[in-house]
């Protein structure tokens, strides 16, 4: 077990460069997931992390050890991929024993970690069986498994659930997450999806064009994004985001007017932000007015695209049966919930001391 | 219905040419490994099992059978093996790589002929430029086709040079089917390059490996092409295989019957080993 700590990490292949300076330390025992958008250097990153892929500049640290010129085989990290990686003509039992033995550990030993992995796992009945006699979840199990055995100082998966079908993934997830917590070990995840990183980080690292955007807790990201790319990544349905200007103590943009909270720092061209969920209902006298256009609904909840002083916005309410596009209703922009965000930087403007 | 008849026209069509041009001319040749004939407009005359008789009394037959058998395995493993190497080499990216694969094909499309013209030049005892590197190089010169076993190193060194190519090119694509995530992992798992050549890429080389073998064992086995340009199976029957002394019986001996009873004899050894190769390689796997 062990902290891993990157220092400026940079990647460039030729002239593009995949990822800049990513400065991080990973706690051990945390959760950390990479979180953007396809082609971010998500993956890049970690497979730097893990040693298949040279860092251009930077160190990296796993423990107290510097370990950027290491081969893979001496960082002692575990790596799980997103096409699982198993070797299809050898068996499951030597899918999990291979690591170990080419690390010439004693076979009584390498016996005892399989077991104990395909029992955590529920794959007993499957150790002899070749990898394309499973099914994916099972085949991802075993890329699991094949980590798991090694005991590493620290884990690394890049999209392990990507290639599950929808209802799998999410209790892949949910063993993930277990797992995490029985072993301890840190885990750093590669993925593009916000849920997997809200419901499984400790902390995420958001990322965009091989920058890093934030880094937070998954509920300090969704209540305090850094900017405006975060904003728009985390949470959904998206954020509401309205171009405009602050005038006194308002924001205003087109007909719409909101108050924004005392002691906001900013002053002219900016973006309110409001996620759909934190827009309240009320009457059309106390609130502003918001005509439906459109009305999804979600079982629990009614999703709903319309208007207000001619911007665009989408509000989530608890379920409602008896809206019809065309009609209006009054909605409140609470204080306490709006982002603000500077337009010329897309940099949050603090509306609230934390 | 009309498609259905389409299949069955299709069908027939196509067995009609099987049957008239290999099934026929089989069977007429194995017919005529019974009879004795000095010709093919002479009358033939029956004799039952007496052609086979012969033909394995004649050391000369056990003789073309080793040879054979000598000639298909040394082609083969060498084919094989820098197959395998060249397929490696290949599959690595390098500046010019797909020239070079470009390149690396030509030998398989020359003609036979002009690929035993130009070794036949090239080792010529005069004017040959290996000749004369030999010489250079202040050793004794190399009877390429007097001695026998140069002979055989000859035929065989001229095959490997005529079909790696081809052999290069089916492991290559193989090779190209191989997840790269494979071998990652097996970098995370602590495989030193040697043990991922062991552990992923032959296993995953295994069936198409299986089909070459086979179909170059078939090819090598049954060579005539490049033994007769080369050696014409000398220098006294060295070089000489089942193929070349199966055509000598019946082309210059005029033991046309002899011939055919070698031929057949020929194929039906190829029958059984190819039985038992599929036997012991299954080419499914698992
Ligand atoms: N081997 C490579 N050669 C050139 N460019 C690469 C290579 N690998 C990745 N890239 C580029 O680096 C960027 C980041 O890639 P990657 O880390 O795989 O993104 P992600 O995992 O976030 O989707 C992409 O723009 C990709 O095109
Ligand atoms: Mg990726």
Aim: aromatic share 10%.
């Amino acid at each position: 077990m062990a902290e891993i700590r990157l220092e400026q990490v940079r990647k460039a292949y030729g002239g593009v460069v995949a990822v800049h300076g990513v400065d991080l330390t990973i706690r051990d025992g945390e959760f950390v997931v990479f979180l953007g958008p396809s082609g971010c250097g998500k993956s890049t990153t970690l497979r730097m992390i893990a040693g298949l892929e040279e860092v251009t500049s930077g160190t990296i640290r796993i423990g107290a050890r510097d370990v950027t010129e290491l081969e893979p085989k001496d960082r002692n990290i575990a790596m799980v991929f997103q096409n699982y990686a198993l070797y299809p003509h050898k068996t499951i039992y030597d899918n999990l024993a291979f690591g170990l033995r080419m690390r010439k550990m004693d076979p009584a030993e390498i016996d005892v970690r399989v077991k104990k992995a395909a029992r955590m796992l529920g794959l007993e009945d499957f150790l002899a069986r070749k990898p394309k006699q499973l099914s994916g979840g099972q085949m991802q199990r075993v890329a699991l498994g094949r980590a798991l055995v090694r005991e590493p100082d620290v884990f690394l998966l890049d999209e392990p659930l990507s290639n599950l079908d929808a209802k799998l993934r999410v209790r892949m997830r949910e063993e993930i997450a277990r797992l995490h917590q029985d072993v301890g070990t840190s885990m750093v995840y590669v993925t593009h999806d916000q849920v997997e990183a809200m419901t499984l980080a400790n902390r995420i690292v958001i990322m965009r064009d091989g920058h890093v955007q934030q880094i937070g807790a998954p509920l300090e990201v969704y209540d305090r994004p850094a900017n405006l790319f975060v904003a728009g990544f985390i949470g959904s349905p998206e954020m509401n985001l309205i171009e405009g200007r602050i005038e006194g103590a308002d924001f205003v943009a087109g007909n719409l007017r909101v108050a924004l909270p005392p002691g906001v720092q900013a002053s002219g061209e900016v973006v309110l932000g409001i996620r759909p969920e934190h827009l309240a209902l009320t009457t059309e006298a106390d609130g502003v007015a918001f005509t439906v256009r459109v009305i999804e609904q979600l079982g629990a909840q009614t999703l709903c695209v319309g208007e207000a002083g001619g911007e665009r916005m989408r509000i989530l309410v608890d379920r409602v049966d008896s809206w019809s596009p065309g009609q209006s209703v009054g909605v409140r922009f609470p204080a306490a919930k709006l982002h603000l965000f500077a337009k010329s930087s897309g940099q949050r403007v603090e509306t609230a001391k934390p | 219905m009309s498609s259905k008849a389409t299949i069955y026209g299709f069908l027939f069509v196509g067995l009609a040419v099987t049957l008239a041009l290999i099934v026929a001319p089989a069977v007429y040749a194995v017919s005529l490994s019974f009879y004795q004939m000095d010709s093919f407009v002479g009358a033939p005359k029956w004799v039952g099992f007496a052609n086979y008789v012969a033909v394995l009394q004649a050391p000369e037959f056990w003789r073309a059978l080793l040879n054979g058998a000598i000639y298909a395995l040394g082609s083969i493993v060498f084919q094989v093996i820098l197959g395998i190497g060249f397929a490696l080499v290949l599959n690595e990216a390098f500046p010019g790589r797909n020239l070079v694969r470009g390149l690396s094909i030509l030998p398989y499309l020359l003609p036979t002929v002009v690929v035993i013209l130009t070794f036949k030049w090239m080792v010529d005892g005069g004017i040959g430029i290996v000749t004369k590197a030999v010489e250079a190089m202040g050793l004794p010169p190399i009877n390429w086709f007097e001695s026998p076993g140069a002979a055989m190193a000859s035929t065989i060194l001229v095959s490997v040079w005529m079909w790696t190519p081809f052999v290069t090119t089916c492991f290559l694509a193989a090779l190209q089917t191989v997840p790269q995530s494979l071998y990652e992992a097996a970098r995370v798992d602590g495989t030193t390059a040697v043990q991922r050549f062991f552990h992923i890429t032959l296993p995953m080389l295994k069936p198409i490996l299986t089909v070459v073998v086979l179909l170059r064992a078939i090819w090598m086995f049954n060579k005539f092409d490049v033994i007769w340009l080369l050696t014409r199976g000398g220098p006294v029957g060295a070089t000489e295989n089942l193929a070349i002394l199966s055509y000598r019986h019946a082309f210059n001996l005029f033991d046309i019957g002899g011939g055919a009873a070698i031929a057949t004899i020929s194929f039906a050894l190829l029958s059984v080993a190819v039985l038992i190769y599929f036997w012991v390689f299954p080419l499914e796997d698992d």
